[in-house]
């Protein structure tokens, strides 16, 4: 308790340094928005070490950066949306049925689907839908939660076999559309444009940063709900997702549990390596405006460093995978990759990996990393069979160990 009150006392003595200097209303709320946010991760109790303190400090600072105004945090119920923009194909029989469920002749009747939507901003992108499936129960228990992020070009109904099979074993299951996907898209290239627009003004972050400030305060939300065990709620995702988990996983030990799935990844290495093509293809429209921009005749690794400096300030830099996947520590974290994945190339891995090692060396149970071998950028079944079954082992009661 001791450390904690010193880093508590640090934080404050920060805080109270830059205040005076501070000329701008606007700055001036941020600045107390960061260190109301900072102080409450810090009674938690969850953060040991100065690493990663400084760490959540300086990433909730850039992501307020690029706040609108903040609104009070209100949950409205609504209507399911029966056709969003954003339609993509379900994800893979194998990959959905590797999803323990319990068996239930009539499991579609016994559920209770909820419609939500959540006020993270101002602005029509602060408007967070959220689908939440759990079993129909008149008990008081509080329950587990999982939440699961989709990946690229897919929404929150994506998801829906995933979330089915986990609240058929009796989590809360959440799912929710990212920035500019879904009910959140009002386009087939919201995505992209959102992407373009970042880099030439500079004004958001809709590559993974922006759904973290989300995802923080849907974990406000969470540890509010009645139904639901604020000491146990754990984070998935895949690709886009998996990236969107991590990170909100590294700065918010409200996700006591993580999962990312084929998402970590070592940005500055794959830039040192020049090991960048195969993330920088999957954003190619984005890339090449930049190109233009810069007057290039062809994406080089100035321009990757650039855009990424540009649209998620940090991410090839102090909040890349050596920095930010260690502060997890000492909550369970299960890294999940393809050995053959382009995207995420291992070589990225290793530091990250050995930091990791160091950082859960009083917990080693609670930190695992496999590359499944073959696997490129693809989830397979016995990653969601896997990430299934570190969930229930450390978010189940009675299985629960000491974090």
Same mark, same amino acid.
């Given at each position: 308790?001791?450390?904690?009150?010193?880093?508590?006392?640090?934080?404050?003595?920060?805080?109270?340094?830059?205040?005076?200097?501070?000329?701008?209303?606007?700055?001036?709320?941020?600045?107390?928005?960061?260190?109301?946010?900072?102080?409450?991760?810090?009674? =938690?109790?969850?953060?040991?070490?100065?690493?990663?303190?400084?760490?959540?400090?300086?990433?909730?600072?850039?992501?307020?950066?690029?706040?609108?105004?903040?609104?009070?945090?209100?949950?409205?119920?609504?209507?399911?949306?029966?056709?969003?923009?954003?339609?993509?194909?379900?994800?893979?029989?194998?990959? =959905?049925?590797?999803?323990?469920?319990?068996?239930?002749?009539?499991?579609?009747?016994?559920?209770?689907?909820?419609?939500?939507?959540?006020?993270?901003?101002?602005?029509?992108?602060?408007?967070?839908?959220?689908?939440?499936l759990s079993l129909k129960d008149k008990s008081?228990?509080?329950?587990?939660?999982?939440?699961?992020?989709?990946?690229?070009?897919?929404?929150?109904?994506?998801?829906?076999?995933?979330?089915?099979?986990?609240?058929?074993?009796?989590?809360?299951?959440?799912?929710?559309?990212?920035?500019?996907?879904?009910?959140?898209?009002?386009?087939?290239?919201?995505?992209?444009?959102?992407?373009?627009?970042?880099?030439?003004?500079?004004?958001?972050?809709?590559?993974i940063f922006d759904t973290v400030w989300d995802?923080?305060?849907?974990?406000?939300?969470?540890?509010?709900?009645?139904?639901?065990?604020?000491?146990?709620?754990?984070?998935?995702?895949?690709?886009?997702?998996?990236?969107?988990?991590?990170?909100?996983?590294?700065?918010?030990?409200?996700?006591?549990?993580?999962?990312?799935?084929?998402?970590?990844?070592?940005?500055?290495?794959?830039?040192?390596?020049?090991?960048?093509?195969?993330?920088?293809?999957?954003?190619?429209?984005?890339?090449?405006?930049?190109?233009?921009?810069?007057g290039k005749s062809k994406i080089d690794k100035?321009?990757?460093?650039?855009?990424?400096?540009?649209?998620?300030?940090?991410?090839?830099?102090?909040?890349?995978?050596?920095?930010?996947?260690?502060?997890?520590?000492?909550?369970?974290?299960?890294?999940?990759?393809?050995?053959?994945?382009?995207?995420?190339?291992?070589?990225?891995?290793?530091?990250?990996?050995?930091?990791?090692?160091?950082?859960?060396?009083?917990?080693?149970?609670?930190?695992?990393?496999?590359?499944?071998?073959?696997?490129?950028?693809?989830? =397979?079944?016995?990653?969601?069979?896997?990430?299934?079954?570190?969930?229930?082992?450390?978010?189940?009661?009675?299985?629960?160990?000491?974090?």
């Amino acid at each position: 308790m001791e450390t904690l009150t010193n880093e508590t006392d640090e934080l404050r003595s920060e805080f109270l340094h830059v205040l005076p200097c501070q000329r701008s209303a606007k700055v001036l709320v941020k600045n107390c928005t960061l260190f109301l946010l900072v102080s409450n991760l810090l009674i =938690t109790g969850a953060m040991e070490t100065h690493e990663a303190v400084h760490f959540r400090s300086q990433f909730l600072h850039a992501l307020l950066s690029r706040r609108s105004a903040p609104v009070p945090l209100v949950a409205e119920c609504s209507k399911p949306v029966a056709n969003p923009v954003f339609q993509s194909a379900v994800p893979s029989l194998a990959a =959905t049925e590797s999803c323990p469920k319990e068996h239930m002749d009539n499991l579609k009747s016994m559920l209770k689907e909820e419609n939500i939507h959540l006020h993270t901003e101002a602005g029509e992108q602060g408007r967070l839908p959220l689908l939440i499936l759990s079993l129909k129960d008149k008990s008081v228990e509080r329950r587990p939660a999982v939440v699961f992020m989709h990946a690229s070009d897919a929404n929150k109904e994506w998801l829906r076999p995933f979330l089915e099979a986990y609240a058929s074993r009796g989590y809360v299951a959440i799912g929710l559309d990212s920035r500019y996907h879904g009910e959140r898209a009002d386009s087939k290239t919201a995505y992209r444009d959102a992407l373009i627009s970042s880099w030439q003004n500079g004004n958001t972050m809709p590559f993974i940063f922006d759904t973290v400030w989300d995802l923080i305060k849907l974990a406000e939300y969470l540890t509010q709900r009645k139904d639901i065990d604020p000491q146990r709620i754990g984070i998935t995702g895949i690709s886009l997702g998996g990236m969107q988990a991590w990170f909100a996983a590294a700065v918010d030990t409200r996700y006591s549990v993580a999962v990312p799935l084929i998402g970590v990844q070592g940005f500055r290495w794959a830039i040192d390596n020049d090991a960048w093509q195969a993330r920088v293809d999957s954003l190619k429209p984005l890339f090449e405006v930049a190109r233009i921009d810069m007057g290039k005749s062809k994406i080089d690794k100035e321009v990757v460093e650039k855009v990424w400096d540009r649209i998620a300030p940090g991410i090839a830099s102090q909040f890349d995978a050596p920095y930010s996947v260690p502060v997890i520590a000492p909550r369970p974290l299960y890294l999940l990759n393809g050995a053959e994945d382009p995207r995420c190339p291992l070589g990225g891995l290793v530091v990250p990996v050995k930091r990791a090692k160091k950082a859960y060396k009083k917990t080693p149970a609670n930190f695992k990393f496999v590359a499944e071998e073959g696997v490129g950028h693809t989830v =397979t079944s016995f990653m969601i069979k896997e990430s299934s079954d570190w969930f229930d082992k450390f978010l189940k009661q009675g299985n629960m160990t000491s974090h």
